[in-house]
């Protein structure tokens, strides 16, 4: 039975710093890099035959301490923009609860939680499902089914949306889905039925 594991990047400086960072090529911070580390021990017992990532630094330098860490040498490695974050358009490099005060927190509620609605000149989830799911689908899905064990790291909201798709989940339920920094979330894929079903394993 081959395994999908999904990986949100660790910590980043803007995550620190309560910016939004959406395609902002922001590095780790401290914090991030330990937990990318402690991510990488968790996987240690875990065989995978190859790793994507986005283009975005943050998720490439926690995929390469996850592997620095776990041992994985050589593992074939794909990285492209369709697995990069949301793009918050006129809201990145904002301090979020500046961005509540200049616009109202609810307005800003909504940009970062509804489905379809967008930030100015930015992407809403449904925008960013519209190319996770797509090479979810034709790229990282057909290695999948062929028996291979996959490790995907990414960012909070384009794994929302894989995760909606995986889970089966509404509109309604996804945008309430908060994903932890750099904790293992795995799945199995079942040859039998052809689905992807949440492991009962865990890390």
Known sequence: MSLLTLL????SQWNLENRFTGWVDIGLS???????RTAGEQLKSYHFDCLFTSVLKRAIDTATIVCETAGFAN???FRDAALN??????LQGLNKDETAQKYGAAQVKIWRRSYDVRPPDGESLADTAARVLPYYDTVI???LA??????VVAHGNSLRALIMKLDNLSKEEIVELNIPTAIPIMYDYDAATGEVVKTALGV
């Not at 949100?8 to 910590?11: I, K, L, P, Q």
């Not at 401290?30 to 990318?36: D, L, M, R, S, Y």
């Not at 974050?85 to 006129?90: F, I, L, P, S, V």
């Open 8 to 11: 949100r990047h660790g910590e």
């Open 75 to 77: 593992l074939p490695v």
């Open 30 to 36: 401290p914090k991030g890099e330990q937990e990318a």
């Open 141 to 143: 899905f057909p290695k």
């Open 146 to 151: 062929a028996g291979e064990s996959i490790l």
């Open 85 to 90: 974050e949301r793009m918050y358009g006129a």
